[in-house]
């Protein structure tokens, strides 16, 4: 059974760069039909997508964040890493990473990977001096 | 602002059907399909609908969604009172090159 973990500090002051891993159990983040993304909920607020990438391919950025983003994989810890530099306080949110599988429109015949089936808990990041 | 428009809030009785409405535009919704959550207070979201009507294993089949055009929308029938959540729409946007998503529905049951 796949398993994702969040993990990073709570607390990040203005102007720095918030460092959050994601951990996977159980599967491989090199193997099988799968994207992995970073997603965040600011508190009361809705969700927002930051980034995502497919082992031994390409990584793609939302445009509203992409000069402040970077996402890498370790595959020898079966980890992977969002950096967020020059953070404010409308960065504060929950921190989400999360697998997605293709998800088919049959009217259309298009398909993306954006079906986010397996989330991790979320971690609480607070951006205050 | 969220790209995808759902109505904040949604309200019903045990039993009952009800439906909750996601409304985007051709580079969303338009020309992807559609994926619907669940999410409890303290909980990460959890994939209810994908693929416009598809769900994974355990979702109970009294969740249904549809499409037409660019909009959406979620059917729960025979409501209980567990299904009391927040609910939120989703699609890949070409325009953002990942996906969007609605601001979320809160549904009561009364």
């Known amino acids: 059974q796949v398993q994702l973990q969040e993990s990073g500090p709570g607390l990040v002051k203005p102007s720095e760069t918030l460092s959050l891993i994601c951990s996977v159990s159980?599967?491989?983040?090199?193997?099988?039909?799968?994207?992995w993304n970073w997603i965040r909920q600011s508190p009361g607020k809705g969700l927002e997508w930051i980034a995502n990438?497919?082992?031994?391919?390409?990584?793609h950025y939302n445009p509203s964040l992409k000069s402040r983003v970077t996402m890498s994989e370790d595959t020898s810890k079966n980890q992977f890493t969002l950096n967020l530099s020059s953070v404010t306080a409308a960065d504060t949110a929950v921190y989400y990473c999360?697998?997605?599988?293709?998800?088919?429109?049959?009217?259309?015949?298009?398909?993306?990977?954006?079906?986010?089936?397996?989330w991790g808990q979320g971690t609480m990041v607070i951006v205050s001096s | 602002q969220s790209v995808l428009t759902q109505p904040p809030s949604a309200s019903a009785t045990p039993g009952q059907r009800v439906t909750i409405s996601c409304s985007g535009s051709?580079?969303?919704?338009?020309?992807?399909?559609v994926n619907w959550y669940q999410q409890f207070p303290g909980s990460a979201p959890k994939l209810l609908i994908y693929g416009q009507n598809q769900r994974p294993s355990g979702v109970p089949d009294r969740f249904s969604g549809s499409k037409s055009g660019t909009s959406a929308s979620l059917a729960i029938s025979g409501l209980q009172s567990e299904d009391e959540a927040d609910y939120f729409c989703a699609s890949w946007d070409d325009s953002l090159s990942g996906p969007v998503f609605g601001g979320g529905t809160k549904l009561t049951v009364l």
């Open positions: 159980g599967g491989s983040i090199s193997r099988g039909d799968y994207f």
């Open positions: 999360a697998r997605s599988a293709p998800s088919y429109d049959h009217e259309t015949l298009n398909y993306a990977y954006d079906a986010l089936d397996l």
């Open positions: 990438f497919y082992h031994s391919g390409s990584t």
């Open positions: 051709s580079s969303n919704i338009g020309s992807y399909a």
